[in-house]
């Protein structure tokens, strides 16, 4: 048996009535044909639409799409930012990391120096007190 559409099929105050076999007007059949393919033309049902809940409809849609594209800029803003500071810290980072890499060469030569006029200084006193 075939399986017919039954989202659309009105419950109660039917246009047609399962007892007496007859048949929808043309007009009926041509907007039952609109909602629902599946139906046979008797089950037609009359659709009326609010024309205030169709706009508040289109309201709540726009306003959607506009919350939406709002908050995406917000966390993609946010996202670009953060992205930007921590490639600063990193470059402030390496930078320090060098600094502190020449710091500690510095300070070997300076060291090595230091050794070296002391041994040139104590070969000096030992020249002129022989």
């Given at each position: ?23 929808p007007?043309r ?71 060098d600094?502190?890499?020449s ?23 030992v020249?002129?007190?022989?």
């Amino acid at each position: 048996m075939r399986r017919h559409c039954t989202a659309n099929v009105p419950k109660r105050n039917a246009p047609w009535d399962f007892r007496s076999r007859t048949t929808p007007t043309r007009n009926q059949a041509s907007k039952r044909s609109q909602v629902c393919p599946s139906l046979p033309l008797i089950y037609t049902t009359n659709l009326t639409y609010n024309p205030r809940a169709i706009d508040r409809g289109a309201n709540f849609l726009a306003e959607s799409f506009l919350f939406g594209v709002a908050a995406s800029l917000i966390i993609a803003e946010t996202w670009r930012s953060s992205n930007k500071e921590s490639k600063r810290r990193e470059g402030v980072s390496d930078a320090i990391e060098d600094l502190k890499v020449s710091q500690v060469k510095m300070e070997q030569s300076l060291e090595k120096l230091r050794v070296d006029f002391q041994q040139q200084m104590e070969e000096e006193r030992v020249r002129y007190v022989c």
